[in-house]
Antibody, heavy 122, light 108 residues
Framework: EMHLVESGGGLVQPGRSLRLSCTVS????????MGWVRQAPGKGLEWVGF??????????EHGASVRGRFTISRDDSKSIVYLQMNSLKHEDTAVYYC?????????????WGKGTTVTVSS | SSELTQPPSVSVSPGQTARITCSGD??????SYWYQQKPGQAPMLVIY???ENPPGVPERFSGSTSGTIVTLTISEVQAEDEAVYYC???????????FGGGTKLTVL
């Protein structure tokens, strides 16, 4: 069974940094692109970004609202994808979901973690 | 354009058919996907590649497309189908993921 488990969320002050991790099991991690989606309290889903598999260069794309502040990376040896969040703002407060990203092959975001909560507040 | 527009809410009685629409200029050129999110849970993919059902998703859930509008149809609606449904596609120029605002399905 496929599992994505996010960790690293918590309370952080504006302007500080936080790194989220997503540990994957149940499929060959290195074969897939992985991504992050967030959801602010009471709001809809917002795409954060994704990282391609090494076979496709391991390159990243990030959404406009986080570009330049957030960075996605991966460690295929540990089956972990990371979300490094810098210069955090109040509006980054959200539940952050890790996803398996099969959009490029028309498969959609087909596996989701349960999410980890990030609260940006002084 | 990268916007996807959904109605905020749809209501239907048990056993009836629910239809949730999603409109966007990029939809004729990009595949659409639908996700179901129940309270306190992560979203779950229910339709991919416009019309395909992932394994384990009941055939009561179906997707269709017509020009700039895609539709999620849920036949024989059950109380357990009550959730927020999000459409998703990709921006026509960048191929970045785009979500609709979500539609709350209420089963009366």
């Amino acid at each position: 069974e496929m599992h994505l488990v996010e960790s690293g969320g918590g309370l952080v002050q504006p302007g500080r940094s936080l790194r989220l991790s997503c540990t994957v099991s149940g499929f060959t991690f290195g074969d897939y692109a992985m991504g992050w989606v967030r959801q602010a309290p009471g709001k809809g889903l917002e795409w954060v970004g994704f990282i391609r598999s090494k076979a496709y260069g391991g390159t990243t794309e990030h959404g406009a609202s986080v570009r330049g502040r957030f960075t996605i990376s991966r460690d295929d040896s540990k089956s972990i994808v990371y979300l490094q969040m810098n210069s955090l703002k109040h509006e980054d407060t959200a539940v952050y979901y890790c996803t398996r990203d099969n959009v490029a092959v028309a498969g959609g975001l087909d596996v989701w973690g349960k999410g980890t909560t990030v609260t940006v507040s002084s | 354009s990268s916007e996807l527009t959904q109605p905020p809410s749809v209501s239907v009685s048990p056993g009836q058919t629910a239809r949730i629409t999603c409109s966007g200029d990029a939809l004729p050129k990009q595949y659409s996907y639908w996700y179901q999110q129940k309270p306190g849970q992560a979203p779950m993919l229910v339709i991919y590649k416009d019309t395909e059902n992932p394994p384990g998703v009941p055939e009561r859930f179906s997707g269709s497309t017509s020009g700039t509008i895609v539709t999620l149809t849920i036949s024989e609606v059950q109380a357990e189908d009550e959730a927020v449904y999000y459409c998703q596609s990709a921006d026509s120029t960048s191929s970045y993921v785009v979500f609709g605002g979500g539609t709350k399905l209420t089963v009366l």
